[in-house]
């Protein structure tokens, strides 16, 4: 196996799981039907996992840009007392991925 499949396999495990978190985060869920609602949430998590798989370069720069608006939208609105350490939480589940992915496309672009 290539450092570049090793790199882009890290990427989606840490993609998936990033995901599930900010999931959990964002709402319960419970052990009932009504709970199912929140894994619609992870669609898109699975689209730019694919895309990761296909193109992990691009992967890598919207994961980025998604840190971005996940950030100014925690920031958009009435000034709220920010805790730093959320903050250190969504750029960690977001950049830990990014980073794989553009690890994965130099492995990728350099091994032919």
Known sequence: MSRAHVFRIAALVSLGLSG??????????????????????????????????????????LVVILAFFILSAMYAGPPVEMIWYGNVIVWGLLLVPAILFFLAANARGTSG
Do not use: R
């Not at 009932?32 to 894994?39: C, D, M, V």
């Open 20 to 61: 599930l978190l900010l999931v959990l985060a964002s709402g319960n869920l419970a052990p009932e039907w009504s709970g199912l609602q929140h894994l619609i949430m992870l669609t898109p998590v699975f689209a730019l996992m694919w895309l990761g798989w296909k193109h992990p370069l691009s992967a890598g720069w």
